[in-house]
């Protein structure tokens, strides 16, 4: 069995605020929290599947686990509901910012209203938690840790899947600016960028070829990126080359490509 990292070891007793905890990678980031005596707060909009995933992490060793159903798209009264949780729950030693929606891009091709949903889901709402998450970690000045699902698909706009891809790049650089402005504080911001990840979200994709992960290895990454402290990992660490490699593609030899 291979040793913790740091980071898992230090998470005995420290709080891990889950916003999006029913998906794959936060539930797999989660049970490496639960597993090192972490206590664990769950925000996800299903109560019965929050509900068992607690039960879960309980019997994998959390120290407490607290589950608070809401929907966290829904950015109505989102500061009022988050003050609530803080005074509930206490200050988060660790944020996983871990929800999103895949959507299909040829929808929002056709419809105005889904591309403002996917855009909502995954920029909008990201970065007003995000905003209040700060808010609230670096007032007593303990060190604290908001980690951001990001995406490839950031890294440069293409034909397949561009709403999705412009939603996580503006993501990303309101990371990379909070991270900036939190430079001087105890609070870091770390942005994990996957790949192709096998999670329900993609059920609907071919998942064959080797550019594809699982959540647990992508979870093993956000443990090792925290334990380091870096600002922004790609994961798996291949991604890194692969989308350098296609962010600088000149642009007549990119548009003959269909990615």
Do not use: C
């Not at 159903?69 to 950015?75: F, K, S």
């Not at 920029?123 to 808010?135: D, G, H, I, R």
């Amino acid at each position: 069995m291979s040793s913790p990292s740091p980071a898992s070891a230090a998470a005995a007793g420290k709080t891990v605020l889950v916003l999006g905890a029913t998906s794959a990678i936060a539930n797999a980031f989660a049970r490496q929290r639960a597993a090192a005596g972490g206590r664990l707060v769950l925000v996800g909009r299903q109560q019965g599947r929050l509900d068992g995933i607690a039960a879960d992490l309980t019997a994998r060793g959390a120290a407490a686990v607290a589950t608070l159903a809401t929907d966290l798209a829904d950015m109505d009264e989102a500061e009022p509901r988050f003050a609530d949780m803080v005074a509930r729950l206490g200050p988060p030693d660790e944020v996983l910012l871990a929800y999103g929606v895949l959507g299909e891009q040829a929808a929002a091709q056709d419809s105005a209203d889904e591309t403002r949903r996917l855009i909502d889901v995954n920029f909008t709402s990201a970065a007003l938690w995000l905003q209040l998450a700060a808010k609230h970690l670096v007032a007593d000045g303990r060190p604290r840790t908001l980690v951001v699902i990001g995406s490839v698909a950031g890294d440069r706009g293409r034909q397949s899947n561009y709403v999705y891809g412009a939603a996580k790049a503006g993501l990303d650089a309101f990371a990379e600016g909070l991270a900036h402005r939190l430079h001087r504080t105890n609070v870091r911001v770390v942005t994990v960028k996957p790949g192709f990840v096998d999670t329900p979200m993609t059920a609907h994709l071919d998942r064959s070829g080797p550019l594809w992960a699982k959540p647990e290895a992508i979870a093993g990454a956000i443990d090792r990126a925290v334990s380091k402290g870096q600002r922004i990992v790609y994961a798996p660490w291949f991604w890194r080359p692969v989308m350098t490699a296609v962010r600088f593609a000149p642009r007549p030899l990119f548009y003959k490509t269909k990615l």
